[in-house]
């Protein structure tokens, strides 16, 4: 993909970029909080695949989505955050800076699975 493929008419669905606050425990340690939406952009929104699988004896559709928003300076992406859109969640496998020229961001994300699959 390259950057001029992208037009800013393209960018016409809204997407939150959600992210797990964690606060320490009196243990030591940390405890995962709720997601907090960390980014609101405009987005490009593709559906790239989908497939059934297996999942505790029952059958469940696993979709790949590949979505696409202006890069923003300071503003770091993670895994482990989530895209919600649609009322779905979905779960970052892949986070590109297109051509690292800081125009866009590609992320590849699936819903239909846990985080981490």
Request: include cysteine; charge should be negative.
């Amino acid at each position: 993909m390259k950057c001029c493929d992208i037009k800013s008419g393209d960018l016409k669905h809204k997407i939150q970029v959600l992210r797990a606050s964690n606060t320490p425990d009196d243990m030591g340690g940390f405890e995962e909080q709720s997601l907090q939406v960390v980014r609101e952009p405009w987005s490009r929104v593709k559906n790239k695949s989908g497939a059934e699988r297996y999942f505790s004896d029952k059958l469940q559709g696993v979709y790949t989505y590949e979505f696409v928003f202006r890069y923003a300076s300071g503003f770091e992406l993670f895994e482990s955050d989530v895209i919600t859109y649609a009322g779905d969640t979905y779960n970052i496998v892949s986070i590109e800076n297109v051509n690292e020229d800081d125009r866009f961001m590609l992320l590849i994300a699936k819903r239909g699975v846990a985080n981490g699959s």
